[in-house]
């Protein structure tokens, strides 16, 4: 079945750091990618996603590019700030389907 | 703004009680309501698919006269835990697709918090 790899956390910056947490899969076929976003106490928001190889997704200074020889979809921020610590899932949904296979998500603390 | 509205955020109850969860889609139609169930540092674990006017389909290991959904309209679909009790607890998160979108995004509500004594 569909399944979704994500580094474990929690992953601890400093303001303005490097970010990068990695995703991978396992699908049949050629799935949609996701990255949520969850702030405390919050539902899920989408932050970016991706259709089909190669495409980069991208939002708020985030982006990730599906990787489909690779069968990835890492998570990269250039510098990030306080306000992105939260909770980041990936997920996808298989080609044609509507429901989100998650990844059991990473938590982000940035300190200032 | 938010699409997908949750109520309530937060309920306390004692065990044994029927609580009740609402979803509601903002000024769209939702063809397709999901509930899911996120434990403390944990993923989301999806519980069901709701369609309008259908019964919703259970994924494995729910308990459907447990988590009973009722999806009465295009904008509003509901889970009550019927009988709750304190391995209840948890954070339940619905999400909707919107009319016309194809199969996603979903969008999420801000999830409900239930805590049975």
């Known amino acids: 079945g569909n399944s979704v790899t994500q580094m474990e956390g929690p992953v601890t910056l400093s303001e303005e750091a490097f970010l990068t947490i990695n995703c991978t899969y396992t699908?049949?076929?050629?799935?949609?990618l996701f990255w949520y976003v969850q702030y405390p106490g919050e539902g899920l928001q989408l932050l970016l996603k991706a259709t089909k190889a190669d495409d980069k997704g991208s939002n708020k200074g985030f982006e990730a590019t599906y990787r489909k020889e690779t069968t990835s979809f890492h998570l990269e921020k250039g510098s990030v700030q306080v306000s992105d610590s939260a909770v980041y899932f990936c997920?996808?949904?298989?080609?044609?389907?509507?429901?989100?296979?998650f990844g059991a998500g990473t938590i982000l603390r940035v300190k200032s | 703004g938010a699409v997908v509205s949750q109520h309530p955020s937060w309920v306390i109850c004692k065990s044994g009680t029927s609580v009740k969860i609402e979803c509601r889609s903002l000024?769209?139609?939702?063809?397709?309501m999901f509930w899911y169930r996120q434990f403390p540092k944990q993923s989301l674990m999806l519980m069901a698919t709701?369609?309008?006017?259908?019964?919703?389909?259970?994924e494995q290991g729910v308990e459907k006269d447990k988590f009973l959904i009722n999806h009465a309209s295009l904008t509003l679909s509901t889970l009550t835990v019927t009988s709750a009790h304190p391995e209840d607890s948890s954070f339940y998160i619905c999400?909707?697709?919107?009319?016309?979108?194809?199969?996603?995004?979903?969008?999420f509500g801000d999830g409900t918090r239930l805590s049975i004594l």
């Open positions: 699908a049949t076929g050629y799935p949609s």
């Open positions: 000024d769209f139609q939702a063809t397709t």
């Open positions: 709701s369609n309008e006017g259908s019964k919703a389909t259970y």
């Open positions: 999400s909707a697709i919107l009319r016309g979108t194809g199969d996603q995004p979903q969008h």
């Open positions: 997920a996808l949904s298989g080609r044609g389907g509507n429901k989100l296979v």
